[in-house]
């Protein structure tokens, strides 16, 4: 049976490569991205469904989970990846310069957002056999890494973007043990630095690199079991090299 993947944020950057991978995986895919033009141009290019869906935007999820059950019944894979990094001068800018303008903003999409996405799809997860959700977070999330003074993160000094990986790594333990009894997965992918708009394409990764490590997750090669951060280790010095990050 096909397999039904929607990711949210897909009309671009790692998000569209993750389509892309999976679709040459058999997935069918559902492009959902929140600009129609953009959206609608980006499945046409993969051969995919668009599906409208801005993840601030209650109505709009509540209407792509219904599009979603009424012309598939079930979901098997949900991939939030829709994120944005805020202001670069106010992300880049001290805690104590950090307005909560700013920090409500980031919040807004890479948190709250994830919550009220996965939450409107997960009726028709828990009507998959075996279901996947994939967070899309970060290493710039874990404590661990950006507290190590021998660490590369060290040196980010930030609260709105970091912030919201570490509260969305919170979100996705959570979801893995209320869900840990059930057939659905949830785990997060740290796609690593890639080139993208979200960094003004100053990552040292490409987007393909970022989307492998999902599709990993995705297809259960990786993290099989769940609840935990994996992906791309070459922030910490092994290069090419996935595994589990520590919170
Ligand atoms: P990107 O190229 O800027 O893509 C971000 C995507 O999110 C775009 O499709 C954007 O849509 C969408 N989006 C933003 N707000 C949305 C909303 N309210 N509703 C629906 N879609 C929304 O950045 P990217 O690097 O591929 O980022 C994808 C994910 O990877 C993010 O969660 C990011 O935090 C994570 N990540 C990236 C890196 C990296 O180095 N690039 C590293 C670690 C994690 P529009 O085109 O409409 O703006």
Known sequence: MTRIALITGSNKGIGYETARLLGS?????????????????????????????????????????????????????????AGLIGDLAEA???????????LRQVFETNVFGVVAVTNAFLPLLRKADAARIVNVSSEVG????????????????????????????MVTAMYAKELRDTPIVVTAANPGYCATDLNGNSGFRTPEQGASVIVALATGEADASGGQLWGDLSLLGTADQNGVIPW
């Open 25 to 81: 995986r058999g997935f069918a895919v559902l492009v959902a991205a929140r600009d129609e033009t953009r959206g609608r141009a980006a499945a046409e290019a993969l051969g995919a469904t668009f599906v409208p869906l801005d993840v601030v935007d209650d109505e709009s999820i509540q209407r792509a989970a219904s599009f979603v059950e009424a012309e598939y019944g079930r979901l098997d894979l949900l991939v939030n990846n």
């Open 142 to 169: 874990s404590i661990t890494s950006t507290t190590d003074p021998a660490g590369p993160l060290y040196q980010l000094v930030g609260i709105p973007y970091p912030a919201s990986k570490t509260a969305l790594n």
């Open 92 to 102: 880049r800018g001290l805690p104590s310069g950090t307005t909560r303008e700013a």
